[in-house]
């Protein structure tokens, strides 16, 4: 089991610690249903909730710029989803909001009493999105 999967789960277990009573008494006093999932995206696992920005490997969307990421858990109030033929009913919907480049990263290398030396440079391509809902 990947590590955030893992703690995703231990996270929502009564006996982790610093969590007393049930999920309905820790969201009383947020107001708010805790809705999240946990997609597969550019090779990685996010948590995500609507409305979390990611920085992401680039990425396309279809003409508008809208995109759909695969749920691996879902998790609704105290119901918790791991069943791949559930997930595959769940609709995670993401917007890119605009294309970036990573930090410059500097390759060298250099072979001792040889005069041998290279250097290359990389940056990385980058997506910034936006998840819009939770279906």
């Known amino acids: 089991m990947s590590g ?51 920085t992401v490997n680039r990425v396309t969307g279809d003409a508008n710029g809208k995109l759909d990421l ?26 890119v909001l605009d294309d970036l480049r990573g930090p410059k990263i500097v390759i060298q290398r250099y072979k001792n009493k040889t005069g041998y030396k290279s250097r290359q440079g990389h940056r990385q391509d980058l997506s910034r999105i936006k998840v819009t809902g939770i279906k």
């Open 4 to 54: 955030l999967l893992h703690g995703a789960l231990c996270a929502l277990s009564p006996t982790a610690p610093g969590l007393a009573g049930n999920a309905e008494e820790r969201s009383r006093g947020k107001g708010r249903q805790l809705v999240y999932a946990v997609v597969r995206t550019s090779g990685r696992q996010e948590k995500v909730e609507v409305g979390t920005i990611l």
């Open 70 to 95: 695969p749920a691996l858990l879902l998790v609704d109030g105290d119901q918790v989803t791991t069943d791949p033929a559930k997930l595959a009913k769940v609709k995670i919907t993401a917007e």
